[in-house]
């Protein structure tokens, strides 16, 4: 495998086997199956599962034009200063056939086209999940839940990329030209850059008492509450759980800066195992990209977990914490927007 990893080696596809095997195998039909964090999620097959549902029922499936839906990802991974997301997006851009939107987010300009304009300012901040004036959701109601689950599930993607991966999407950082960028868009575009009918991923997910959220009728809403209810089930010790949630629900909306600790005081007063826990957890949520060798070394070191699962999990812990609360404050302006739905909490 590439060196692309951190901390964790993935499952590679001649070594896949049962649910693993078969998320591979709908990412080579439909999507695109390159190393990256889909597959860092392999060694927690019950977290690949309802990613990967979530990504293509929002991401790829339906009516909703592909472009706009990278354009919204683009924008997304921009924000949270995830270039190795906003470089895979924007090839994926001009496999939707659009050559220009997304190259302007890219380069930090606005799209020309009014309404791409409009579709990349309010995706630009969906990571704010505090309550104040944002833009009004661009789309109609018809399109609320591929576009609000695109932008979450590649906040949770952009979290797990930063946490776990280095930040290089082609050898020798090639995807920074754009010429390459556009011919891999063109590849994705002739293969599996075809349609995608709703529904095919469903058929992987367990079955889960967590609700579908107001917003997300359909697939969509039955993957992000797949999601939730995998999350809720995982092996993390309450108090991590806890503490992580309360960091996040204390969190502001913007990046820490750079001589604050987004874990604060979240950790204090725990033993070793939990405290180094927490501290995983709730960088993966508020600042992803601090993750360092010496906190996963101490966590492994005081808890004795060593199997790249536990990481994967505490990581996907954390980044879902995060967008859940996202997801809240989305659907509360959507359902201004639109008043036939109310906020879901999943």
Known sequence: MPDIYRYTSPVAPKDATGPVAAVYAQIKDEFLLADGPLMTLSRAPELLVCVWALLRESELAGPVPRAERELVAVAVSAANTCPCCVDAHTALGHAGGDHTAAEAVRAGRRPRDPALAALADWAAVTGDPTPGPRPAPPFPAEHTAAFIGTALVTHIINRVTSSLLVERL?????????????????????????????????????ATAAAPPAWADGPVGTAYAALAGAVASLDVPDTVRARTRDAVAAWDGRPPALFEDPVGAHADGLDAPDRTAVRLAVLAALSPHRIADADVAAWRAATGRTADADLVRLVVLGAFTAADRIQRSLAAAAARRHPAGQPGEA
Not at 173 to 202: F, M, W
């Open 170 to 206: 082609l050898p020798g950082d090639l995807q920074r030209s754009r010429t390459v960028r556009r011919v891999l868009g063109a590849a994705v575009r002739r293969g599996p850059g075809r349609p995608v009918a709703p529904g095919r991923s469903l058929e992987l997910l367990p």
